[in-house]
């Protein structure tokens, strides 16, 4: 099956230590996303890459750093530095090439105490 | 950065009913989209509509686009409760990224 898998769905964390939350796909698109939700608000996006060993940083980049080694593979890692890391990480992929959809996982939902 | 707004943030009906979000958003767009997103779940692709179009459909969907107005509405009839879920408008410029904005959503309870 085509798709787009996060891990792991529930994840905790003590403040002051670094997390990487995991995102596969295997649609073969080359763009993948990653945004973050916070109760009641939409998707901000945090960093997105167009191609293998490049990525950009979104609106609210800070405190957070990911790489693009694999076409399949988009790793975010929350760092200390974020603020307020609680929330729901949504990673997504497209094409690219022109606006296209994008296909989400089911997201990792983070807990930092 | 350029972001849709939808409208209502919350709408509860019964089943059978129809229901109608909007979506309103500030600058020229090459297409908008719509998602759904059941809670605590990832968001799945609805209907994506382009710039040229005023009308698209997807089964129960029916997806409406005003350029002149900078608005969209999403329509769902005869709704289940299996609908009950938020719904996303996302807005792609027309010029530079292709990467969407997403609102802040509207959030749908159908009542069986």
């Known amino acids: 099956d085509g798709g787009i898998t996060q891990s792991p769905k529930y994840l905790f964390r003590k403040e002051g230590q670094n997390v990487t939350l995991s995102c596969e796909q295997n649609l073969n698109h080359d763009a993948m996303y990653w945004y973050r939700q916070d109760p009641g608000q939409g998707l901000r996006l945090i960093y997105y890459s167009q191609i293998v060993n490049d990525f950009q940083k979104g609106d609210i980049a800070e405190g957070y750093s990911v790489s693009r080694e694999k076409k399949e593979s988009f790793p975010l890692t929350v760092t200390s530095a974020q603020k307020n890391p609680t929330a729901f990480y949504l990673c997504?992929?497209?094409?690219?090439?022109?606006?296209?959809?994008?296909?989400f996982g089911p997201g990792t939902r983070l807990t930092v105490t | 950065s350029q972001q849709g707004e939808e409208d209502p943030q919350a709408l509860s009906i019964q089943e059978g009913e129809n229901a109608t979000m909007n979506c309103s958003y500030k600058?020229?767009?090459?297409?908008l989209q719509w998602y759904r997103q059941n809670s605590g779940r990832g968001l799945v692709h609805l209907i994506l509509i382009r710039s040229n179009e005023r009308e698209k459909h997807s089964g129960r969907l029916r997806v409406t686009l005003d350029t002149s107005k900078k608005s969209s509405s999403l329509l769902i009839t005869a709704s289940r409760a299996a609908d009950t879920a938020s719904y996303f408008c996302a807005t792609v410029g027309s010029r530079g990224s292709y990467i969407p904005t997403f609102g802040r959503g509207t959030s749908l309870i159908v009542h069986p």
């Open positions: 997504a992929s497209s094409s690219t090439g022109g606006a296209y959809e994008q296909y």
């Open positions: 600058t020229s767009i090459n297409n």
